[in-house]
Nanobody, 113 residues
Framework: VQLQASGGGQVQPGGSTRFSCRASGIVFKYATMNWYRQAPGKQRELVAESTSDGPTNYAESVKGRFTVSRDNVRRVVDLQMNRVKPEDTAVYYC????????WGQGTQVTVSS
């Protein structure tokens, strides 16, 4: 199983950025795909979840600002981040559980003016 993430970088407060994560080695359409983040000195937290049967779930802190979407043909899950805040600064990880936990490489987002 491989999860390859891309995106992120530096963005100004109130701006937007987007992550993508491409999965291989799993039957993607049956997998729940997650985005986690870890800020300096804090525990890793679940940001958004895209379930295999459609529903999505979000951390309260990002509801209304972040959107998770998936393309089962391309085997990609995206995280669109709008109206970002400095507290969104973190390393973001793509994750799935497919008989075991699998993580993509972390991708940094820095929200700063």
């Amino acid at each position: 199983v491989q999860l390859q993430a891309s995106g992120g970088g530096q963005v100004q407060p109130g701006g937007s950025t987007r992550f993508s994560c491409r999965a291989s080695g799993i039957v993607f359409k049956y997998a729940t795909m997650n985005w986690y983040r870890q800020a300096p000195g804090k525990q890793r937290e679940l940001v958004a979840e895209s379930t295999s049967d459609g529903p999505t779930n979000y951390a309260e802190s990002v509801k209304g600002r972040f959107t998770v979407s998936r393309d089962n043909v391309r085997r990609v899950v995206d995280l669109q981040m709008n109206r970002v805040k400095p507290e969104d600064t973190a390393v973001y990880y793509c994750h799935t559980f497919w008989r075991s936990d699998f993580w993509g490489q972390g991708t940094q987002v820095t929200v700063s003016s």
